[in-house]
């Protein structure tokens, strides 16, 4: 998928490095043991522009987004962080590279506290925990009140938001998010949304799934339809949407 970079207008929150291609997938097939679920995807993220990933369960958008998030090794094709082919595929060199994924379920900590969660996430040489606290309490000012609580104890929202701080700790320049709206109520969905174009906006690549195509259609500037492990449809998020939709019905799965 092509894409142009956007302008970048907002202050992000910690200086973004540069980067023409943040992130970039080539003819990637992926399996669970011998069942293979990703048919030879390609994909970019592109800075300031917002590429949200649609399709029915079991599609492989999650798997996608794993294996451009370094969770999992693809068993054909390339990947490209920063510009740069991936040899060793791990969350933590993937995050080094600039590239963060938040996993389905945010993947925070829910037996640390907020604070200790975001100190988890300070790999970057030269980020120091205060500058990460500060950029992470003013983005997000529940999470400064609830500094010292566990993070298992906060509402879906708040743990979102602890989930987007966390990823951002890291200065990426492309952020993968699995199902952000995943249980919220469509207010936090929103608010979450907003950060998102901002980030964008700020130049970061963002690459969303999402199953509710109409949360993601407020931020989303380039989609694709994933059935079956192919892309079927790729552009225009809100003709991709009406794609989805059409499939979706067809399948008799659920009203987006
Ligand atoms: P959903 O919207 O339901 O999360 P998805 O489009 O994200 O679906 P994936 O989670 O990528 O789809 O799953 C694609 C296929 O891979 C499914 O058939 C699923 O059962 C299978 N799968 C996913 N994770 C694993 C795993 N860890 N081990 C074995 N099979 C898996």
Same mark, same amino acid.
């Given at each position: *998928? !092509?894409?142009?970079?956007?302008?970048a207008s $907002?202050?992000?929150?910690?200086?973004?490095?540069?980067?023409?291609?943040a992130?970039?997938?080539?003819?990637?097939?992926? $399996?669970?043991?011998?069942?293979e679920?990703?048919?030879?995807?390609?994909?970019?993220?592109?800075?300031?522009?917002?590429?949200?990933?649609?399709?029915?369960?079991?599609a492989?958008?999650?798997?996608?987004?794993?294996?451009?998030?370094?969770?999992?090794?693809?068993?054909?094709?390339?990947?490209?962080?920063?510009?740069?082919?991936?040899?060793?595929?791990?969350p933590?060199?993937?995050?080094?590279?600039?590239?963060?994924?938040i996993?389905?379920?945010?993947?925070?900590?829910?037996?640390?506290?907020?604070?200790?969660n975001?100190?988890?996430?300070?790999?970057?040489?030269?980020v120091?925990?205060?500058?990460?606290?500060?950029?992470?309490?003013?983005?997000?000012?529940?999470?400064?009140e609830?500094?010292?609580?566990?993070?298992?104890?906060? !509402?879906?929202?708040?743990?979102? *938001?602890?989930?987007?701080?966390?990823?951002?700790?890291?200065s990426?320049? $492309?952020?993968?998010?699995?199902?952000?709206? *995943?249980?919220?109520?469509?207010?936090?969905? !929103?608010?979450?949304?907003?950060?998102?174009?901002e980030?964008?906006?700020?130049? *970061?690549?963002?690459?969303?799934v999402?199953?509710?195509?109409?949360?993601a259609?407020?931020?989303?500037?380039?989609?694709?339809?994933?059935?079956?492990?192919?892309?079927v449809?790729?552009?225009?998020?809100?003709?991709?949407a009406?794609?989805a939709?059409?499939?979706?019905?067809?399948?008799?799965?659920?009203?987006?």
């Open positions: *998928m !092509s894409a142009t970079a956007g302008a $907002a202050i992000p929150l910690l200086p973004i490095p540069p980067a023409q291609h992130l970039a997938l080539t003819g990637i097939h992926a $399996a669970y043991g011998k069942i679920v990703v048919h030879g995807i390609d994909l970019v993220a592109t800075p300031g522009r917002v590429l949200a990933l649609f399709g029915p369960n079991g492989g958008k999650s798997t996608i987004l794993k294996v451009a998030g370094g969770g999992l090794r693809p068993t054909r094709g390339s990947v490209h962080w920063a510009g740069q082919p991936v040899r060793s595929f791990s933590h060199r993937a995050v080094a590279r600039g590239v963060c994924w996993p389905e379920g945010r993947g925070v900590f829910p037996n640390l506290t907020v604070r200790e975001l100190l988890m996430w300070t790999y970057r040489e030269g120091s925990r205060a500058i990460v606290e500060e950029a992470s309490f003013s983005r997000f000012p529940v999470l400064g609830r500094r010292n609580q566990l993070a298992g104890t906060l !509402s879906g929202g708040e743990q979102q *938001m602890l989930a987007l701080a966390r990823a951002l700790a890291g990426p320049v $492309a952020l993968l998010v699995d199902e952000l709206s *995943m249980g919220l109520a469509p207010k936090i969905v !929103s608010e979450l949304f907003e950060v998102i174009g980030l964008a906006r700020g130049g *970061m690549a963002i690459v969303l999402e199953q509710f195509v109409h949360a259609l407020e931020v989303a500037t380039d989609a694709a339809l994933i059935i079956q492990g192919i892309v449809e790729e552009g225009d998020p809100a003709a991709v009406e794609a939709r059409r499939s979706y019905l067809a399948a008799g799965g659920p009203a987006v």
